[in-house]
């Protein structure tokens, strides 16, 4: 049974930090690529960063720049590392698990339950 569990999320200022994790269990997770996704209120879901089992990372245009996602296939669990966060970022973020490091929720076949990001002004 595969499970992703999401961490990190919470409720900060514009223009802080937040470090997301996503635990993995149930796969082989080296040799999945991982993804972040989040999902607003009233919004799709929408694609934020995917790395892949090599480390070939992807970003979304909203997040170059300001996040950053690693992968620690010893611990089995994928990073967000947030910076300088703005009102807009808030949302539920998911971690999902893949085949390619692509922007689309279908290429993904597992996903998490979510974790809550709330950015004040």
């Known amino acids: 049974q595969v499970q992703l569990v999401e961490s990190g999320g919470g409720l900060v200022q514009a223009g802080d930090s937040l470090r997301l994790s996503c635990a993995a269990s149930?796969?082989?997770?080296?040799?999945?690529?991982m993804g972040w996704f989040r999902q607003g209120p009233g919004t799709e879901r929408e694609f934020v960063s995917a790395?892949?089992?090599?480390?070939?990372?992807n970003y979304a245009d909203s997040a170059k720049g300001r996040f950053t996602i690693s992968r620690d296939n010893t611990k089995n669990t994928v990073y967000l590392q947030m910076n300088s966060l703005k009102p807009e970022d808030t949302a539920v973020y998911y971690c999902?698990?893949?085949?390619?490091?692509?922007?689309?929720?279908?290429?993904?076949?597992?996903w998490g339950q979510g974790t809550q990001v709330t950015v004040s002004s």
């Open positions: 149930g796969l082989s997770f080296s040799l999945y690529a």
């Open positions: 999902a698990a893949g085949a390619q490091v692509v922007p689309t929720t279908r290429s993904y076949n597992y």
């Open positions: 790395i892949h089992w090599s480390g070939r990372t």
